[in-house]
C-alpha cells in the first residue's frame, strides 16, 4: 500500500476534475502538463464537485484536488465593504481561481465555500474581455488575489505574468496582487510593472506558527517583499489580519521591528491595517467545519452581519500598530479599514 | 462504526469471517451483521437501485452515523473491457437520469480506479443495451447499486466517508456470474479490502471530530455560575462561547471562576449586578 506508514492521504493534486468544456482549453493542458501522473476525472460543470453538500474542509485539505473550469455569468465583482479600497473609487475584484495552497484557520474561504479543493478558471480571456470593457467606462482598481493566492498558484498556473502582460497593456488600470508567497523562482520571474501591486499579508511568527499552516516565514515573506522592492515593484504591507494571541503587543512589536529592518519603508506604497473581521455567515460555516480551532471560536462581536474582535480590543490592536507605523511612514499611507 | 453494505450475501462473506461478525437477530427485513468490538456494521442489501436505498437509509435513520464513521458499499460489478480487477470509483453515474456524484479521492489505495455506470438491469452485451453503455468510455464499471447508495447515503455521510469498491466478474455476460465465482473474487482480493478498510478507519479516528464538551465537574461549574449571575438567554449563550474559546485555549477558567467565589463576588444579588460581574469576567481574559 502506497506511503502506508508516511501518510494515509494521497499527495495534493492527485486527482484533476476537468470539465468537458475545457478539455482541450490551451491553458487545461498546459496545466495537466504539470500533472503527468495525476488521475483526470471529467465532469460536467465544476459544481458538481465543488459544491457537494456535507464535504469536509478539514478532511479536504489534507489532500486538496485541482478542478479546471470556465467561469461563466458575473466575472468582476464590486469590493466587500470589509476590504480596504486604498482610497480607490471604483474598487472591484475578480475571481480567477478559488481557494488557496496555504491553510490559514481563520481565511475566509472555508466560510465561503463549500470544499477545499482549488478552482482554476482557464478562461482569463474573458475576464481580460469584461476588465476591458469596465474600462472604457472608468479607471479600475482590481484585486485578482482575493479569493486564493494566486504567486503561490504561479509554476502550475502562471497567472500573475499574465495579469502582469494585461496591466502593462491598459492605462486605468491599477491591479493588487494579495499573497503571502515567498517563492524565489517567483520573485525572480517577475517583472516590474508600475500597476501591478504585490501586497504581502505580514503576521507575528507567533502568529503564523499557531495559524497559517504551510505559508511561509515572516523573514521570508520579507526577504521576497524586500526583493520585490529592489527590482521596481510596487509593494503594498498589509497587517490585516491582526490575530489576538495572549501578549500580542510583544509579538507585533517584535515583527515590526523585523519589518523595519528588512523592508526600506520609505520605498512602499502603503500599508493596511485591520483587525481581523468575517460576515457572520462564514463564520458560523466555519464554526461547523473546524469546532476545535481556537482562532474561530474567539467570542467575536457582531455587529452589521459581521463579527470583529469586542471594540476596546479592536481599537487597541490597530492603533498600537498604526502608532508605530507611524513612527516609519506618514500617516497618509496607513489604511485601517474601520477608521 | 464502519457500516458495510453489499447487495449479496456471498460478497458479504469474507467480512463475516475475518471481522466475526454476529447475526442481528433484531427481525430487521435485510440480513445485517455486526461486531460492536471492531465497530463494524455490515448490511446485505439485495439486488437493485431500489432495495439499496431503501436499505441504506433505514440503516442509517436507525445508527444514526457521526462525523467519524465511513460507508464501505463493495460488491461484483461487470466490466465494459476486462474480465477481472478491483476498482475504486471516483465516478458514479446513474445511467435512468444520467446523473453523477463524486465520491472524495483523498485516501491513499493501491487499487485502480474508474467510472462505474449503476443501471436498473443487469449490463448484458447479449441483450445489446446501447442505453447503458451510450456515451460511456471504454473500461466503464456497471452495477445495479453504487449511484442509489451514494444518493441515499449523502443525506448521513459526506463524499470523504463514502467508498465504493467494485470487483469485475464479468464483461457483460451473466452467465459467468455465480455465488461461487462472486465468492471466489471477494476472496482474492481480500487482503486489499481489509488492508484498506484498516488505513480508513484509522484516519477517521485520526482526522475526525473529539469530543471537547466540558467534563461533568466543570460542566456543573459553568450551570451554577450562570445561575449565580442570573444570567439572561442572551448571557447564557455569549458565556458559553467564552467557556468555549477558555477551553480550547487551555485557559484555567475553572480557577478562575472559583476565585469570583472565594472573594464572595459571587452569587450576584440581582441582574443588573451578574452583567456588571460578567462584564469584569470577560475583561479579565483579553
Not at chain 1, 501591478?196 to 521576497?224: G, K, N
Not at chain 2, 456497471?142 to 449511484?147: C, L, N, R, S, V
Not at chain 2, 449563550?237 to 478562575?256: E, G, N, T
Request: with cysteine; hydrophobic share 40%.
Amino acid at each position: 500500500m502506497k506511503n502506508l506508514k508516511e501518510d494515509y492521504f494521497s499527495p495534493f493534486f492527485s486527482h484533476i476534475y476537468v470539465e468537458k468544456a475545457v478539455l482541450e482549453h490551451a491553458r487545461t493542458r498546459r496545466i495537466l502538463a504539470e500533472f503527468p501522473s495525476a488521475t483526470v476525472i471529467e465532469i460536467d460543470h465544476y459544481k458538481d464537485v465543488f459544491c457537494r453538500s456535507r464535504q469536509s474542509i478539514r478532511f479536504q485539505r489534507r489532500a486538496q484536488n485541482l478542478i479546471l473550469a470556465a467561469k461563466q455569468g458575473t466575472l468582476l465583482y464590486e469590493g466587500a465593504p470589509v476590504c480596504q479600497s486604498f482610497g480607490n473609487r471604483y474598487f472591484y475584484y475578480v475571481s480567477c481561481a478559488m481557494n488557496c495552497i496555504y491553510d490559514c484557520a481563520y481565511c475566509y474561504l472555508k466560510g465561503m465555500y463549500p470544499s477545499a479543493n482549488i478552482v482554476v478558471f482557464v478562461n482569463l480571456e474573458d475576464i481580460f474581455a469584461q476588465v476591458r470593457q469596465v474600462l472604457e467606462q472608468h479607471p479600475l482598481y482590481l484585486c485578482v488575489s482575493y479569493d486564493t493566492d494566486l504567486p503561490a498558484l504561479e509554476r502550475i498556473i502562471g497567472y500573475v505574468r499574465e495579469w502582469c502582460d494585461f496591466a502593462a497593456n491598459h492605462e486605468n488600470l491599477k491591479i493588487e496582487i494579495r499573497t503571502k508567497c515567498a517563492s524565489k523562482t517567483f520573485v525572480r520571474n517577475t517583472r516590474p510593472v508600475s500597476a501591478v501591486i504585490y501586497a504581502f499579508t505580514l503576521s507575528p511568527q507567533a502568529v503564523i506558527d499557531a495559524f497559517e499552516h504551510h505559508t511561509p516565514s515572516l523573514t521570508q515573506r520579507l526577504s521576497c517583499a524586500a526583493e520585490l522592492i529592489r527590482a521596481g515593484c510596487p509593494v503594498r504591507l498589509c497587517f490585516d489580519p491582526m490575530i489576538y494571541v495572549p501578549d500580542w503587543q510583544q509579538h507585533y512589536e517584535a515583527m515590526l521591528e523585523e519589518v523595519f529592518r528588512a523592508i526600506p519603508m520609505e520605498k512602499i506604497v502603503d500599508v493596511s491595517v485591520g483587525t481581523f473581521r468575517i460576515s457572520q455567515d462564514y463564520l458560523k460555516n466555519m464554526r461547523r467545519q473546524e469546532p476545535e480551532s481556537l482562532v474561530i471560536w474567539f467570542p467575536y462581536q457582531k455587529e452589521g452581519g459581521y463579527c470583529h474582535y469586542p471594540d476596546a480590543l479592536m481599537e487597541e490592536m490597530e492603533c498600537f500598530l498604526s502608532g508605530r507605523l507611524e513612527e516609519k511612514i506618514s500617516r497618509e499611507k496607513i489604511f485601517r479599514w474601520n477608521v | 462504526m464502519i457500516y458495510i453494505f453489499t447487495a449479496l450475501y456471498c460478497e458479504a462473506h469474507i467480512f463475516i469471517r475475518h471481522f466475526n461478525l454476529i447475526k442481528n437477530q433484531q427481525g430487521t427485513w435485510y440480513q445485517q451483521f455486526y461486531n460492536e468490538t471492531t465497530g463494524i456494521l455490515l448490511t446485505v442489501t439485495g439486488v437493485g437501485e431500489i432495495a439499496a436505498a431503501a436499505v441504506v437509509g433505514s440503516v442509517c435513520s436507525i445508527y444514526k452515523p457521526t462525523q467519524n464513521d465511513f460507508l464501505l458499499n463493495i460488491g461484483i460489478c461487470a466490466h465494459s473491457a476486462q474480465n477481472d480487477g478491483i476498482f475504486l470509483c471516483n465516478k458514479l453515474v446513474e445511467q435512468a437520469t444520467g446523473r453523477t456524484f463524486y465520491p472524495d479521492m483523498l485516501y491513499c489505495h493501491e487499487f485502480a480506479e474508474g467510472t462505474i455506470v449503476t443501471g436498473m438491469r443487469p449490463y448484458h452485451t447479449s441483450h445489446d443495451d446501447v442505453r447503458m453503455t451510450a456515451g460511456a468510455p471504454v473500461g466503464t464499471l456497471y452495477d445495479m447499486e453504487a449511484a442509489a447508495v451514494y444518493q441515499t447515503g449523502s443525506h448521513f455521510f459526506g463524499p470523504h466517508q463514502m467508498i465504493f469498491l467494485k470487483i469485475v466478474s464479468d464483461r457483460g455476460i451473466i452467465e459467468d456470474v455465480s455465488k461461487e465465482r462472486t465468492m471466489l473474487l471477494m476472496e482474492k482480493y481480500k487482503d486489499s479490502i481489509f488492508d484498506f478498510l484498516r488505513q480508513t478507519s484509522t484516519i477517521m479516528k485520526n482526522t475526525g471530530c473529539h469530543n471537547i464538551s466540558p467534563k461533568q465537574e466543570e460542566g456543573t461549574l459553568i450551570e451554577t455560575f450562570c445561575a449565580d449571575l442570573h444570567c439572561s438567554k442572551a448571557m447564557y449563550d455569549s458565556m458559553k462561547q467564552h467557556i468555549r474559546y477558555l477551553a480550547l485555549a487551555k485557559v484555567d477558567y475553572v480557577s478562575q471562576i472559583r476565585e469570583l467565589y472565594e472573594k464572595k463576588l459571587l452569587p450576584c444579588m440581582d441582574k443588573r449586578e451578574g452583567k456588571r460581574r460578567f462584564e469584569e469576567f470577560k475583561r479579565r481574559l483579553f
